[in-house]
T-cell receptor, first 115, second 117 residues
Framework: AQKVTQAQTEISVVEKEDVTLDCVYE???????LFWYKQPPSGELVFLIR??????QNEISGRYSWNFQKSTSSFNFTITASQVVDSAVYFC????????????FGTGTSLTVIP | GAVVSQHPSRVICKSGTSVKIECRSL??????MFWYRQFPKQSLMLMAT?????????EQGVEKDKFLINHASLTLSTLTVTSAHPEDSSFYIC?????????????FGPGTRLLVL
């Protein structure tokens, strides 16, 4: 079975602060992909990153960075110098070989950046 | 990049009517499309998996007679909510992928907000 846990339901930070969104996953598959999506109030899912299970390299894209650690089954997402436009719900998700292309989403973390 | 569209983006209907939502892959042929449902402040839950030319596979607890899915072509899948009731009000999102491989990217549509009065 696949499971994604985002323990943080809501986070509020003041603009320019750094914030880390946690994601812990469970899977018996050795081949799987992890994702982060942003969902602004409009509802449309915005793709942020995809990482396969064989690539544990951390990634940085502008103010965004991701820390993938298989040892702790975590795929955390950090926003540096947060901005008001970062306010949204962020979903961590997983797809695994045994369940095909079906996405398993976490419950989401609602981030509010206060100006 | 690949684009998936949904129509309508928003629909309001009376209880008891049926509503059809379209999901189109605009610049690629999608062998598989997925339909998700999202209640306010909740996560996305998979409703069904649809492969072109075959019957959809529904997740446990999803009524196939209420949520009719048709994937008649490689670029179009439709979800029809039959005899809609207020509890069917939700945000419906489709996604599409070129093939069954995990390596194939999945593209999400912008979603359809359904409000049943």
């Amino acid at each position: 079975a696949q499971k994604v846990t985002q323990a943080q339901t809501e986070i509020s930070v003041v603009e320019k602060e750094d914030v880390t969104l946690d994601c812990v996953y469970e899977t018996r598959d050795t081949t799987y992909y992890l994702f982060w999506y942003k969902q602004p109030p409009s509802g449309e899912l915005v793709f942020l990153i995809r990482r396969n299970s064989f690539d544990e390299q951390n990634e940085i894209s502008g103010r965004y960075s991701w820390n993938f650690q298989k040892s702790t089954s975590s795929f955390n997402f950090t926003i540096t110098a947060s901005q008001v436009v970062d306010s949204a719900v962020y979903f961590c998700a997983l797809i695994g070989r045994s369940t095909g292309n079906q996405f398993y989403f976490g419950t989401g973390t609602s981030l509010t950046v206060i100006p | 990049g690949a684009v998936v569209s949904q129509h309508p983006s928003r629909v309001i209907c009376k209880s008891g009517t049926s509503v059809k939502i379209e999901c189109r892959s605009l610049d690629f042929q999608a062998t598989t499309m997925f339909w998700y449902r999202q209640f306010p402040k909740q996560s996305l839950m998979l409703m069904a998996t649809s492969n072109e030319g075959s019957k959809a596979t529904y997740e446990q607890g999803v009524e196939k007679d209420k949520f009719l899915i048709n994937h008649a072509s490689l670029t179009l899948s439709t979800l029809t909510v039959t005899s809609a009731h207020p509890e069917d009000s939700s945000f419906y999102i489709c996604s599409a992928t070129l093939g069954p491989s995990l390596q194939e990217t999945q593209y999400f549509g912008p979603g359809t907000r359904l409000l049943v009065l």
